[in-house]
């Protein structure tokens, strides 16, 4: 039987926690005088959590002590947390059960691979820990994304080449890891951004099982 390795990022491609990371970041930013837009957030998508605040303090040439970096860094996490506390099966995005259980029934392996180091708490929440395989977060990694290493270890928790693993991914830093790791792409979400990943759709709405059979048996 073909199998490959599909590896899922999780803000933005499972569940629609972009949202929640801008409001957060946005109040953030503004705290210290900031402006923070949503195509500025754009560039925050699938980076971690040091290096966006890094880039925001750019934005608006702030600089700090390492102290108050780590507290602005805990002010962030802390008002995320209180989003994703509230959060349900009811935030899983559309139809990405519908290809998870299409995968698991193909007998195919699955992982995550995701930035954030709030990863295994937001699965829990939702209730999806259990269709995953592998879970390779921000915890397990010490390169950013687009450095290909979240993926490249997912695969490897997969026990697969990375020749053989296919992404999903709604960032643009995310889309390039995936073309460096050497895997095939897809970008969920809009095209302009996400152009140079391999597939695009807008959501997963848009995939068909017919088309994830394919990708098992693509050479
Ligand atoms: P945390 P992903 C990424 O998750 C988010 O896209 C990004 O906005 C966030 O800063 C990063 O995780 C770190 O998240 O603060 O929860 O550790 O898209 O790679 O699943
Ligand atoms: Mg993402």
């Not at 193909?106 to 829990?124: D, F, H, T, Y």
């Not at 073309?179 to 809009?190: E, F």
Request: with cysteine.
């Amino acid at each position: 039987m073909s199998k490959k390795g599909f590896i899922f990022d999780l803000d933005g491609v499972i569940v629609d926690t972009a949202k929640y990371h801008f409001l957060a970041w946005r109040k953030l930013a503004n705290s210290i005088g900031v402006d923070f837009t949503e195509v500025q957030n754009e560039q925050l998508k699938g980076v971690s959590r040091v290096r966006s605040l890094e880039k925001i303090l750019a934005w608006g040439e702030k600089s700090i002590s390492e102290e108050q970096f780590a507290e602005l860094m805990r002010m962030k996490n802390d008002d995320y947390l209180n989003y994703i506390e509230k959060m349900g099966q009811d935030e899983i995005l559309p139809d990405v059960s519908r290809v998870l259980d299409c995968l698991i029934e193909q007998k195919q392996p699955i992982s995550l691979g995701s930035a954030s180091k709030n990863a295994r708490v937001i699965l829990e929440k939702v209730a999806l820990r259990d269709k995953f395989d592998a879970i390779v977060d921000g915890n397990d990694v010490s390169n950013a994304k687009p450095d290909p290493e979240v993926f490249l270890i997912a695969a490897k928790a997969l026990d697969m080449e990375a020749n053989r693993c296919i992404v999903f991914e709604d960032s643009v830093a995310g889309v390039e890891a995936a073309n460096i790791a050497n895997m095939i792409s897809i970008g969920i979400g809009d095209t302009t951004i996400l152009g140079d990943a391999d597939y695009n759709f807008n959501d997963f709405t848009e995939i068909s099982n017919q088309f994830i059979e394919e990708l098992i048996h693509k050479k």
